[in-house]
């Protein structure tokens, strides 16, 4: 699973959600802000901190050891303008410590300020969240299960996904602090809360990207694929499902399960062209494809039977995406085909090929054959 282009990937996702949540964080931000009255009156000072200014609000609070919320906002703008700034707060010892404190403290309203802060300062390096990980871990850890409020909740999260998505040395100390197993725990036990679960499935996706490093095939055949596969399709939820298979071998699944996971693909398989689950579809095929080479007739028999209750047309399925000019999918789709045809029972497929002889009626992109 590890490969030399996994930090580069690493990055990309996590600054796609960096600029997912950065709108969002800044609303919530400004929000808070709102509600204190005079400091409408300072939004440029807040909104324009030098790496002198930071530093200077972390020593004072540091010295004072406690941080009001006019501190904690102006951290949490200034965590977000720059990666300087970020760096210059972290080498004030000490200074962190207070964030923890009052985060951990019986404020409400100062406690979520002092999460933005955490969840602001983990978009620094590896080093940086290396340090926020062991400060703070374990309390965003347990505040994910035990404070009832999804706002705090889903911030401690990010700030979880943030580190872990950093590289190595943050998501072990994470491990190290019962952060996996939080997680898991979260994916089969979390009902009624649609926004903490998409979180969860995002953050169990971030670590599967270090493969075995810190899960086992046990957890993830006992715990992980089953709940993804009987969950609410959606993209993390294939992600993990594709990931998870992969680390397996595609291999040691139960009965249920792997229909679970057909019926989850064959969803994909049934939606318009254009739908926006391009992404979907090829992990989608991919999944039954090496489900279908790996496993016996039988699950073949249940996809051509899945086929025909849900009106997919295998040849339609192709031209569609021929017609459009979507190489790589029609690439995953012959691999795909090939399989089916290879593993099938030839009574099962004769019978499918009736209904849709899709190996006469593909029209094959002209860059194909070249």
Not at 204 to 224: H, N, P, R
Not at 295 to 318: T, V
Request: hydrophobic content about 40%; overall charge neutral; some cysteine.
């Amino acid at each position: 699973m590890l490969s030399t282009s996994e930090p580069k990937i690493r990055e990309l996702k996590r600054n796609e959600l960096r600029w997912e949540r950065q709108l969002h964080r800044k609303t919530d931000l400004d929000i808070n802000r709102a509600g204190l009255g005079e400091m409408l009156r300072e939004v440029q000072d807040i909104e324009n901190l030098s790496c002198a200014e930071i530093k200077g609000l972390a020593s004072r609070i540091k010295r004072r050891k406690h941080a009001d919320a006019k501190d904690l906002l102006k951290l949490s703008y200034g965590f977000q303008q720059s990666a300087e700034n970020i760096s210059e707060f972290i080498r004030i010892t000490g200074a962190i410590n207070v964030i923890v404190k009052v985060f951990t403290g019986s404020d409400s309203d100062l406690q979520q300020l002092a999460a933005e802060c955490l969840c602001n300062l983990s978009l620094g390096d590896e080093v940086c969240c290396e340090k926020v990980a062991m400060f703070a871990g374990t309390y965003l850890i347990t505040f994910i299960e035990t404070v009832n409020n999804t706002r705090l909740t889903c911030t401690c999260v990010w700030t979880l996904q943030n580190m872990i998505s950093s590289g190595a040395k943050a998501a072990k100390v994470l491990h190290s602090q019962g952060s996996v197993a939080r997680f898991c725990h979260l994916l089969k036990t979390t009902r009624n809360n649609d926004q903490l679960l998409a979180e969860i499935f995002t953050t169990i996706d971030l670590i599967l990207d270090y493969g075995l490093l810190f899960i086992s095939q046990e957890t993830i055949v006992v715990d992980i694929i089953p709940t993804a596969s009987s969950s609410t399709p959606s993209l993390s939820g294939i992600r993990i499902i594709y990931k998870s298979l992969f680390l397996t071998n595609f291999e040691t699944l139960d009965r249920n399960t792997l229909h679970d996971i057909l019926n989850n693909c064959i969803g994909y398989l049934k939606t318009e062209l254009g739908s926006g689950y391009y992404a979907e579809r090829i992990l989608a095929i991919r999944i039954l494809g090496n489900l279908i080479a790996k496993n016996d007739r039988s699950l073949c028999e249940a996809f051509l039977a899945g086929c025909q209750k849900n009106d997919i047309l295998l040849s339609s399925l192709f031209n569609s995406h021929s017609e459009a000019g979507e190489i790589a999918i029609c690439r995953e789709l012959l691999w795909f085909y090939g399989n089916l045809f290879g593993t099938a029972n030839e009574t099962d497929m004769q019978k499918y090929l009736k209904r849709d002889n899709f190996v006469e009626n593909l029209i094959v992109p002209r860059a194909m054959l070249n």
